[in-house]
């Protein structure tokens, strides 16, 4: 069971039935009556997000989540495959379920899958991906201002903001959270 005091941003709960994870929480202490929790859940399960307000003190029975580690093989009619490193098993999952991983995630690479009831729900990637910069504006001298960025395509079609020594072939380590450039790989 999960009480709202255990609420956290990443948080997962079964909410009318449906695994949810928790997008933002707000304690909210009104005058004389009992404080109350607004939150934003995310539906695992269809990637809605909904906004609901909670008494303080409620409990949430947590989803019976399982996580597989799976490597991504390729896409083919907007089916994205992966199989399972253990088993070998494949399993096709759509663009809905990939949601905005599918900008983080190269063929090959190791992905985490959420089980809910032995349906794949959606995808997490690694914390941190190195990606190459295919197209990007060229550096021009004089463009040495501190904290100026400028936009970069990467390998699978994310567009991030990266500083202006950047140039297209480097590859860049991503913060997939925050889709943040970290540092250029050497």
């Known amino acids: 069971m999960i009480s709202t005091a ?18 933002d929480f707000q304690h909210v202490k009104m005058g004389r009556g009992g404080a109350v929790i607004r939150t934003k859940l995310k539906s695992l399960r269809t ?4 906004e609901d307000t ?10 019976q989540l399982e996580e597989k580690h799976m490597q991504y093989l390729y896409e083919q009619d ?6 399972d490193t253990e088993t070998f098993e494949q399993i096709p999952l759509s663009v ?4 905005d991983t599918k900008k983080f995630i190269k063929e090959n690479m190791v992905v985490s899958v959420l089980y809910y009831k032995d349906q ?9 991906v190195e990606l190459k910069v295919m197209e990007t504006d060229p550096a021009f001298r004089g463009d040495t201002a501190s904290g100026s960025n400028k936009p970069a ?3 699978t079609g994310a567009m991030v903001k990266v500083p202006f020594h950047i140039v297209e072939g480097d590859v860049l ?12 790989v050497k």
């Open 6 to 23: 255990d609420f956290r941003k990443g948080a997962k709960i079964e909410y009318k039935g449906e695994p949810c994870e928790i997008v």
């Open 173 to 184: 380590k991503i913060d997939t959270r925050t889709c943040e450039y970290i540092e250029k």
């Open 54 to 63: 909670f008494r303080s003190g409620e409990k949430f029975d947590s989803p």
């Open 153 to 155: 395509k990467l390998e």
């Open 120 to 128: 794949p729900m959606s995808v997490e990637p690694p914390m941190f």
């Open 96 to 99: 809905a379920q990939l949601g």
């Open 47 to 50: 990637g809605n997000v909904l």
């Open 78 to 83: 907007d089916l994205h495959y992966f199989m």
